[in-house]
């Protein structure tokens, strides 16, 4: 398994803060719940994928909210996070990261590679697979105050035709599976496939088309989250 500790930069109206890749998610979302507050509650944008160079989903993760999201809550929902991140990252073949949501707040990214989940243009989990995944619901239930999507890749290999809907099962088939270990429907609030229109390395190269085969699972605040954060009994 991997935790990637992924480069914090949280954007407000007169300040850049860089340098934060040792801080705790607790130190990031004080941080960034004040940033959030001082702005409304407006949404600033997911930053997913953007550290490394690469191209990447820039998918929007995060929960609806109308109100403003202060430094205290931001802190719990770190505090929170950072957790779900250290459970994750013991599940085997995880690659997990921190990263930003819609909201400015502390979210975790997990990736599962392809090859490792399935056989090549194949959309059925191996056993490796199901062990694997049976580890990463026990995580998911544990942390059911969190909201789930999950997304399928491919590589540019071969057609659209072929390549959408093969990512479209792929996603399906974790979510299913997933499904059926015990994590409550409601927790998982999509299930898409982006084919290979989002690669996160250069698909000329055979190392790059396999880290483009992919399943991400992202974890962030639901809005039930961010209620008990704000009114302090978020644990």
Same mark, same amino acid.
């Given at each position: ?27 990031? *979302?004080?941080? &960034? !719940? $004040? +940033?959030? =507050?001082?702005?409304? @509650? %407006?949404?600033? /944008?997911?930053?997913? #994928? ?7 989903? *820039?998918?929007? &993760? !995060? $929960? +609806?909210? =109308?109100?403003?999201? @202060? %430094?205290?809550? /931001?802190?719990?929902? #770190? ?157």
């Amino acid at each position: 398994m991997k935790f990637v500790k992924t480069i914090c930069i949280v954007l407000s109206s007169a300040l850049i803060l860089s340098s934060c890749g040792s801080w705790s998610n607790l130190a990031k *979302g004080t941080t &960034i !719940g $004040a +940033a959030g =507050g001082a702005l409304g @509650g %407006a949404v600033i /944008g997911a930053i997913i #994928g953007k550290f490394t160079g690469k191209t990447g989903t *820039g998918a929007a &993760i !995060g $929960a +609806a909210v =109308g109100t403003a999201v @202060g %430094a205290g809550t /931001g802190a719990l929902i #770190g505090k929170r996070m950072d957790n779900a991140a250290e459970a994750a990252a013991q599940v085997e073949n995880a690659t997990v990261q921190t990263i930003t949501d819609t909201n400015n707040l502390t979210a975790v990214k997990v990736t599962f590679d392809s090859g490792v989940l399935f056989e090549t243009n194949k959309y059925s989990l191996n056993k490796s697979a199901q062990n694997n995944l049976a580890e990463f619901a026990k995580v998911l239930i544990e942390f059911s105050d969190a909201d789930v999507v999950i997304y399928g890749h491919t590589d540019s290999t071969g057609s659209d035709a072929i390549n959408d809907p093969l990512s479209v099962k792929r996603a399906e088939a974790v979510s299913g599976y997933l499904l059926s270990k015990g994590v409550p429907e409601s927790q998982i609030k999509s299930v898409e496939g982006f084919g290979s229109k989002q690669p996160v390395a250069d698909n000329s190269t055979a190392a790059g088309r396999a880290e483009n085969r992919r399943v991400e699972i992202y974890l962030y605040a639901s809005a039930e989250m961010i209620d008990a954060a704000n009114n302090g009994t978020l644990k």
